[in-house]
């Protein structure tokens, strides 16, 4: 009787290590501890370093005009000692980031002046969105700004926050070379703001990628799968003309239940919307609640579906093939692009560090070949050790005309870091 109860305690022990195995051997593939950095080749004319871009977390490919839009910081060093996203708060920094305009035919990149606006701009997440009233020749911007809060800097309160994070709101006139400023935008349910996801000038939803801000528990949040804290929030701007960054706006939570809640985009249907997961290596495909409940003010989101990808995820990004002849991935290139870190188990140790490395990865995400299955097919398209880009926290695709390539489907695919000196664009077949 002993010994049979011994071997079913074993057993016992055997079925709990098989059920964690999995998800174990997932997160340490996520956070990279059983990968090593590695370079993908590229051709000398089939990479571009793109001149003054520096440390632009976030990119968007404004198809109407076939421009992106990024937001970057003016000087390399700051970051290394202040940027409330990975909980650095030594020394802050009040300094002026700006807005750039790039040109992917010519791989220029173009400073926009930041008129009737004078603030420290510390840059995160964006977002791009046509002006209603003139779709065709003006946009909104939509900026995330780790500012620092004075509470805590200039008046001493211990117990007040480090970081006071907004969102800014600018309109800019396609083509012209500046972006007024709107407004800025503060409420008590924006604490740790990574992106923004904006429905029209006045309705937006922003993430917070962690609950806490720094601390014990904040690592717990990064490490433990199941520390689901983390939120996104709906904003309602009822006047855009408000001077004090609190007035005229009404906050809601939109979402709850992710981990390290990180970016934020359009999918592939006017419904479909997406999040990442950064630490937990999920893409959430989601819609607005109000489909089903036929509730235009219920503003909370519907996860449907979550795809596991084998590293960190930051902003997501659905492309269109506009050169698709079918269907089928040997057909049609259009999939979900994902960006990440080769090793983000080393960021604790290297992002204070102006010398260190992060290598990068970038992930290309579509549905197999048989209908009759729902599976999703993943493909490196591009890899780094971290000598061409250091991290990569946003990339986009800009097709090519298979005319031009020989009949191959090819395109330009820009990557961006938050540590990176300068964004870059790789040739890569699709």
Same mark, same amino acid.
């Given at each position: 009787m002993g010994s049979s109860h011994r071997w079913v305690g074993l057993a016992f022990l055997a079925a709990l290590i098989a059920l964690a195995y999995e998800p174990l051997h997932h997160r340490l593939k996520v956070l990279g501890a059983l990968r090593e950095p590695a370079s993908m080749e590229v051709a000398e004319s089939d990479f571009v370093t793109i001149e003054d871009t520096m440390q632009c977390e976030d990119l968007h490919?404004? $198809? =109407? +005009?076939?421009t992106l839009f990024t937001a970057c910081e003016d000087s390399i060093t700051p970051r290394f000692s202040w940027f409330p996203p990975l909980a650095n708060f030594k020394t802050p920094s009040y300094g002026?980031? *700006?807005i750039h305009v790039i040109d992917p035919?010519?791989?220029?990149?173009?400073? =926009?002046? #930041?008129e009737n606006f004078s603030g420290p701009l510390i840059t995160h997440g964006i977002d791009v969105i046509p002006d209603p009233d003139a779709p065709e020749t003006a946009v909104y911007i939509f900026v995330v700004n780790h500012l620092p809060n004075p509470e805590f800097w200039n008046e001493g309160k211990k117990d007040a926050p480090k970081a006071r994070s907004q969102v800014e709101l600018f309109h800019h006139v396609l083509g012209s *070379? $500046? $972006? +007024?400023h709107v407004r800025s935008i503060w409420h008590p349910l924006i604490t740790t703001p990574n992106d923004i996801y904006a429905e029209s000038p006045r309705s937006f939803y922003v993430t917070n990628d962690h609950y806490y801000r720094e601390g014990l528990l904040r690592q717990v949040e990064d490490i433990v799968t199941e520390a689901k804290w983390s939120t996104t929030i709906h904003m309602q701007i009822s006047? #855009?003309?408000?001077?004090? *960054?609190?007035?005229? #706006?009404? $906050?809601?939570?939109? =979402?709850?239940g992710i981990q390290t809640n990180n970016g934020i985009g359009r999918g592939a249907s006017p419904d479909e919307i997406l999040v990442t997961s950064s630490q937990s290596g999920l893409l959430y495909l989601l819609e607005p609640s109000a489909k089903e409940s036929k509730n235009e003010n219920d503003k909370t989101l519907k996860p449907l579906e979550a795809v596991y990808l084998n590293s960190t995820i930051d902003n997501p990004f659905y492309y269109s093939d506009p050169y698709r002849t079918g269907t089928g991935p040997e057909n049609d290139a259009s999939g979900y692009l994902l960006s990440g870190l080769s090793r983000a188990v080393d960021v604790p140790h290297t992002h204070t560090d102006p010398a260190a490395k992060d290598g990068v990865l970038v992930w290309h995400v579509q549905l197999g070949r048989n209908p009759a299955v729902r599976r999703w097919e993943t493909r490196l398209l591009f890899e780094d050790d971290g000598s061409r880009i250091r991290s990569a926290s946003g990339a986009v695709i800009v097709p090519i005309n298979p005319a031009s390539e020989g009949g191959k489907k090819k395109g330009w695919l820009f990557v961006t870091g938050y540590l990176a000196e300068s964004m870059v664009a790789v040739k890569v077949d699709l």
């Amino acid at each position: 009787m002993g010994s049979s109860h011994r071997w079913v305690g074993l057993a016992f022990l055997a079925a709990l290590i098989a059920l964690a195995y999995e998800p174990l051997h997932h997160r340490l593939k996520v956070l990279g501890a059983l990968r090593e950095p590695a370079s993908m080749e590229v051709a000398e004319s089939d990479f571009v370093t793109i001149e003054d871009t520096m440390q632009c977390e976030d990119l968007h490919h404004y $198809a =109407l +005009t076939n421009t992106l839009f990024t937001a970057c910081e003016d000087s390399i060093t700051p970051r290394f000692s202040w940027f409330p996203p990975l909980a650095n708060f030594k020394t802050p920094s009040y300094g002026q980031g *700006s807005i750039h305009v790039i040109d992917p035919k010519t791989f220029k990149s173009q400073r =926009l002046a #930041l008129e009737n606006f004078s603030g420290p701009l510390i840059t995160h997440g964006i977002d791009v969105i046509p002006d209603p009233d003139a779709p065709e020749t003006a946009v909104y911007i939509f900026v995330v700004n780790h500012l620092p809060n004075p509470e805590f800097w200039n008046e001493g309160k211990k117990d007040a926050p480090k970081a006071r994070s907004q969102v800014e709101l600018f309109h800019h006139v396609l083509g012209s *070379s $500046a $972006a +007024t400023h709107v407004r800025s935008i503060w409420h008590p349910l924006i604490t740790t703001p990574n992106d923004i996801y904006a429905e029209s000038p006045r309705s937006f939803y922003v993430t917070n990628d962690h609950y806490y801000r720094e601390g014990l528990l904040r690592q717990v949040e990064d490490i433990v799968t199941e520390a689901k804290w983390s939120t996104t929030i709906h904003m309602q701007i009822s006047d #855009l003309q408000a001077k004090g *960054s609190d007035a005229g #706006l009404t $906050a809601s939570v939109a =979402l709850t239940g992710i981990q390290t809640n990180n970016g934020i985009g359009r999918g592939a249907s006017p419904d479909e919307i997406l999040v990442t997961s950064s630490q937990s290596g999920l893409l959430y495909l989601l819609e607005p609640s109000a489909k089903e409940s036929k509730n235009e003010n219920d503003k909370t989101l519907k996860p449907l579906e979550a795809v596991y990808l084998n590293s960190t995820i930051d902003n997501p990004f659905y492309y269109s093939d506009p050169y698709r002849t079918g269907t089928g991935p040997e057909n049609d290139a259009s999939g979900y692009l994902l960006s990440g870190l080769s090793r983000a188990v080393d960021v604790p140790h290297t992002h204070t560090d102006p010398a260190a490395k992060d290598g990068v990865l970038v992930w290309h995400v579509q549905l197999g070949r048989n209908p009759a299955v729902r599976r999703w097919e993943t493909r490196l398209l591009f890899e780094d050790d971290g000598s061409r880009i250091r991290s990569a926290s946003g990339a986009v695709i800009v097709p090519i005309n298979p005319a031009s390539e020989g009949g191959k489907k090819k395109g330009w695919l820009f990557v961006t870091g938050y540590l990176a000196e300068s964004m870059v664009a790789v040739k890569v077949d699709l």
